[in-house]
């Protein structure tokens, strides 16, 4: 079983529509309940904290989308996340996707990006 572009869409939509890892998997075919779980998670899926039906309108996007974006320190006690509300399937807010683009496409950035704020 192979994971081409479009079973990983069908994966998406359904796991998207609430259907259990067992009914993705027998839909997809040729692939286990397991393999099916392993896949979400590694496309970043398997946070939905919706397991049995989909709740369709009554879900408030933004409470549980903020920028994850670390400020500070790691070891420091003023250590925190941005915490603004974050862009749609993106863990940071708009400025700070901007920075870390910025970063990925220049890694000359990276160093100082910290600071930079
Ligand atoms: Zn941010």
């Not at 839909?27 to 939905?48: C, D, E, P, W, Y």
Request: with cysteine; net charge positive; charged share 25%.
């Amino acid at each position: 079983m192979e994971w081409t572009a479009e079973r990983v869409e069908l994966l998406k939509e359904l796991w998207g529509e609430g259907l259990s890892a067992r009914q993705i998997a027998e839909s997809l075919g040729q692939i286990t309940r397991n393999a099916v779980i392993g896949k979400a998670h590694r496309l970043g899926l398997s946070t939905r904290t919706v397991p049995s039906k989909p709740i369709i309108g009554t879900l408030n996007p933004v409470t549980d989308r903020v920028c994850q974006w670390p400020i500070g320190d790691p070891g420091a006690s003023d250590f925190h996340f941005c915490g603004k509300q974050s862009s749609v399937n993106r863990p940071y807010c708009e400025d700070h996707c901007m920075q870390a683009y910025r970063q990925t496409s220049d890694s000359n950035v990276k160093a100082v990006a910290g600071a930079k704020r």
